[in-house]
């Protein structure tokens, strides 16, 4: 299948499904490995494994891109266009699509996902880090006491 099928399928199902227009471009791309497709946020492309068909089939394609066009409509659409989010899953549902898709975009959807928690041994300032901090090199801003590690969350 060449890319220019697979641009008017996406179209095509765009149109049928979703009742909306699909506006950016979307082509294969062999160097997906694990996964049948991904939406990339910058540039709104529709990227597919040529493999999904090649090896499964219309049935197969056609599901990996009502996923991706979850995504894509609802990411230009301003909603929660994520895997978590309930918008994504409603529509999902709405759409019969799959619920696989690619690492890759929740890799750079995804936000904080860490919450290291630091206090001055000293003031009992609290400190609140994306990235784990050394303790023998930082210290406190306000009174240059010693830093002391006090927990580690994960955020969604
Ligand atoms: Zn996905
Ligand atoms: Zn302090």
Known sequence: MSDEKLYELVCHVSNEIFGKDFQHKAYFNKRLRTTGGRYMLRTHHIEVNPLVFEKYGMD???GVIKHEL???????????????DADFR???????APRFCSTLMERTGRKITKKYTYKCAKCSLLYNRKIQLNTKKYRCGKCYGALLFVSLENMK
């Open 90 to 96: 409603e529509l999902l549902k709405k759409t019969n």
């Open 60 to 62: 197969e394609l056609v």
């Open 70 to 84: 979850c995504h894509y409509h609802l990411h230009i659409e301003g909603k929660g266009y994520q895997h978590r």
